[in-house]
């Protein structure tokens, strides 16, 4: 690729290129990293005791994505104590957890 952007065929095409990897950047620069981050999707699924809304039943499947969530939430609070305490890390040096979906099926 480094040869290619270099040709005449390539300044022709009036393109430009930019990294998507590391952290976003507010100006023309951006930082590189060596190491890689990976996305991880995952879907979890919890299944619980089913019935009447005018019962309280145990081990509902509320319960559960209750504890899920506070463990994720804690861990996200977590890398955020640690990014705020350390002004020599960057959100590139944390771990992000966003929770980005939830469905009932």
Not at 35 to 59: A, D, F, V, Y
Not at 84 to 103: Q, R
Request: glycine share 6%; hydrophobic share 40%; with cysteine.
């Amino acid at each position: 690729m480094s040869l290619f952007v270099t040709t005449d065929a390539f300044k022709k095409m009036n393109v430009g290129c930019a990294l998507d990897e590391g952290i976003a950047s507010p100006t023309e620069v951006f930082a590189l990293f060596n190491g890689e981050r990976t996305i991880w999707q995952m879907k979890i699924h919890c299944p619980g005791t089913p019935g009447h809304g005018s019962l309280l039943h145990e081990n509902t499947a509320a319960e559960k994505v209750n504890y899920i969530m506070n463990k994720f939430l804690a861990l996200r609070e977590e890398e955020k104590n640690k990014l705020k305490a350390n002004k020599n890390l960057t959100i590139g040096d944390v771990t992000t957890i966003n929770i980005t979906m939830l469905s009932v099926s």
